[in-house]
């Protein structure tokens, strides 16, 4: 190629020997990270107004759900299974902001930047923990007034579990924002015929045990219940199996939504 | 391939084929290309002809069924990512997400290059300037009109000054005037940088102004390549176009106008109820001393005309189709008809 006579001030950094990518992976995910997480930062009310669904179950539903079981299922039942609805719905649908990009052609762009493409849906997906957590710690905090007081350092904890659950279901939402390409109508069809069997099969709202004995089986299955049962028992101070097969559970669903994701965008 | 290459673009036999239910769809079939640095090339073609997925192809957004190219001197099916690094892309639809800021677009698609965050900043400052898009810097991506989105999509594609760029119909939707800013972008910009331009449109007039070269595709495959005037000359000519009194009167001038006609002689006179189309050498000089003769043979002209071809002209004679009709019109063949992306 020809010696080009320069004007702009800033050169493109050429690719070192034996480098395919200009960014490390790291790099690659925080930048990612940082253009997804901005639209969100700028406006934090947005991240509020999510919250309204599980205000009206913890306003509307929770107070009959406790004269039903005789004052028995209070606040500290209630609330950590609330906060697992939470990060639930707040990541179920992340994946119709692909679908957005998708239609307006931001995600094809990315698709010929010199990224990898496993970066492009971790560090989506990676962004999803801020606003569940922010989330999460808003409703928390507008519960302590009516009597909710968890353990902190449980809280800490269930946090985690939480943020880490949100991760790999909000990969797996991306992955079938992939799947079914512009078909938002199959988008969202898939996901409430996923999404309400897994919140009613976990416990999160009533419990189980009262309920038929198949239902018992199937929520064994579900990762949900062991996230529900381990909050539970961290924001009322247990440190016990319940806690450690949370996380398992929620690193199960990690995993297996950053593979599928990450499979998903590579054949993008 | 010669390991010697230094084309911009060098593609050989390169292939796409989508299986579609127990169809095979051939959406480019054995594509040659070669562009040379510096040039601006104009890809045109009816809808569903391949060329959409051409500049996939070449852009590595989809891996080639057959064939090889080599873009920006790397290889499209072994290193995507090198290629990658080394060209731009503006895509038939816009680049940046609509949910963030202008300014903030530009500077994290530097990044994305490996331009660390100052220069990138600096970078992306310089390109709104010169994209006259500074005064909707802070503005959200969402809010800017068609035109201003567009010459966002530009600013993106060239934040890390690539040696080639790729624009999939970048005027498509824009009233004349945002196009013709735009032109005297992308032509500013390519005098500055010294940048290969690869290019599809719909607009022939564009083409026409701006390519060096221009590129016909049709059912999958190149069916012409030249400049635009070498393709005007050499498919149609400039023509004379010649009324009659009558039918009669226009039969018995045709021995007459013979020796006026093209000495390539690729097409024959059009001869139509009173009038005689016919192709000449250069339509200015020949019509005089045609009148004359015309009149000493006593069949005389009573209405002249010359024309100068278009590469609407050009298009029409290739693929039967003028282009305005492509986006309605019952196509030829339905193999190569179908969806162009998968």
């Given at each position: 190629m020809t010696t080009r006579t320069d004007h702009t001030t800033v050169p493109t950094p050429r690719l070192r020997n034996g480098r395919t990518h200009p960014n490390n992976v790291q790099a690659?995910?925080?930048?990612?990270?940082?253009?997804?997480?901005?639209?969100?930062?700028?406006?934090?009310?947005?991240?509020?107004?999510?919250?309204?669904?599980?205000?009206?179950?913890?306003?509307?539903?929770?107070?009959?759900?406790?004269?039903?079981?005789?004052?028995?299922?209070?606040?500290?039942?209630?609330?950590?299974?609330?906060?697992?609805?939470?990060?639930?719905?707040?990541?179920?649908?992340?994946?119709?902001?692909?679908?957005?990009?998708?239609?307006?052609?931001?995600?094809?762009?990315?698709?010929v930047l010199p990224l990898r493409r496993g970066p492009l849906l971790i560090g989506r997906a990676l962004k999803e923990m801020v606003p569940l957590t922010v989330q999460a710690c808003v409703?928390?905090?507008?519960?302590?007034?009516?009597?909710?007081?968890?353990?902190?350092?449980?809280?800490?904890?269930?946090?985690?579990?939480?943020?880490?659950?949100?991760?790999?279901?909000?990969?797996?939402?991306?992955?079938?924002?992939?799947?079914?390409?512009?078909?938002?109508?199959?988008?969202?069809?898939?996901?409430?015929?996923?999404?309400?069997?897994?919140?009613?099969?976990?416990?999160?709202?009533?419990?189980?045990?009262?309920?038929?004995?198949?239902?018992?089986?199937?929520?064994?299955?579900?990762?949900?219940?062991?996230?529900?049962?381990?909050?539970?028992?961290?924001?009322?101070?247990?440190f016990g199996w319940e806690a450690v097969w949370g996380a398992v559970a929620a690193a199960v669903v990690v995993l297996i939504g950053l593979f599928v994701g990450t499979r998903a965008m590579r054949r993008a | 391939m010669s390991g010697m290459s230094t084309k911009a673009i060098e593609a050989e036999r390169l292939t796409k084929t989508f299986a579609s239910g127990n169809k095979r769809v051939r959406a480019v079939r054995g594509l040659d290309v070669r562009v040379d640095p510096g040039e601006l090339v104009a890809f045109l073609g009816p809808n569903g002809a391949g060329k959409t997925t051409s500049l996939r192809l070449l852009t590595t957004l989809l891996p080639p069924t057959e064939g090889a190219a080599r873009v920006a001197g790397r290889d499209v099916r072994t290193?995507?990512?090198?290629?990658?690094?080394?060209?731009?892309?503006?895509?038939?639809?816009?680049?940046?997400?609509?949910?963030?800021?202008?300014?903030?677009?530009?500077?994290?698609?530097?990044?994305?290059?490996?331009?660390?965050?100052n220069a990138a900043a600096q970078r992306a400052d310089s390109l709104l300037e010169s994209l006259e898009l500074g005064w909707v810097a802070n503005r959200m991506v969402s809010s800017l009109s068609g035109g201003q989105r567009r010459r966002l999509d530009i600013a993106m594609g060239l934040v890390h000054a690539p040696s080639l760029l790729f624009l999939d119909e970048p005027s498509t939707g824009l009233d004349p005037q945002s196009r013709a800013n735009l032109w005297r972008h992308i032509l500013r910009l390519r005098e500055e940088y010294d940048t290969t331009v690869f290019m599809t449109t719909h607009y022939l007039d564009e083409a026409d102004q701006f390519a060096e070269r221009v590129m016909v595709m049709d059912h999958g495959r190149v069916i012409a390549d030249d400049t635009p005037s070498g393709l005007k000359a050499n498919l149609i000519g400039e023509r004379v176009v010649l009324e009659f009194d009558s039918h009669h009167e226009a039969e018995r001038a045709l021995p007459h106008l013979r020796e006026y006609g093209s000495a390539t002689g690729f097409q024959a006179p059009v001869h139509h109820d009173r009038t005689v189309e016919l192709p000449v050498p250069a339509a200015g000089s020949c019509l005089p001393k045609i009148v004359l003769a015309l009149e000493r043979a006593g069949v005389p002209a009573r209405s002249t005309e010359t024309k100068r071809p278009t590469l609407d002209d050009v298009f029409f004679v290739l693929t039967g189709r003028t282009l305005r009709d492509t986006g309605v019109s019952a196509p030829t063949e339905t193999s190569e008809t179908e969806e162009e992306t998968p």
């Open positions: 690659d995910v925080w930048l990612v990270f940082l253009r997804e997480l901005r639209p969100v930062l700028r406006d934090p009310l947005s991240i509020v107004f999510g919250l309204l669904q599980p205000l009206v179950f913890v306003g509307l539903f929770m107070p009959l759900l406790s004269s039903f079981s005789a004052g028995e299922l209070d606040l500290h039942w209630f609330v950590p299974g609330v906060l697992v609805m939470v990060s639930l719905f707040a990541t179920a649908s992340t994946g119709s902001n692909l679908q957005f990009d998708m239609h307006t052609g931001a995600h094809e762009r990315t698709l409703l928390i905090l507008i519960t302590l007034p009516f009597g909710f007081l968890p353990n902190p350092v449980g809280a800490l904890l269930g946090l985690v579990i939480l943020a880490g659950f949100g991760v790999g279901f909000g990969a797996l939402s991306y992955a079938l924002a992939l799947a079914v390409k512009n078909q938002d109508w199959m988008f969202w069809t898939i996901q409430q015929a996923v999404l309400f069997p897994l919140m009613i099969l976990s416990g999160m709202l009533l419990p189980l045990e009262q309920g038929p004995g198949w239902m018992r089986v199937v929520a064994a299955f579900n990762p949900l219940s062991y996230i529900v049962e381990a909050e539970r028992a961290l924001f009322a101070g247990r | 290193e995507p990512a090198a290629v990658r690094h080394r060209i731009g892309y503006v895509g038939q639809m816009n680049s940046a997400g609509h949910n963030q800021r202008v300014r903030d677009e530009i500077v994290m698609q530097g990044r994305f290059y490996g331009i660390d965050k």
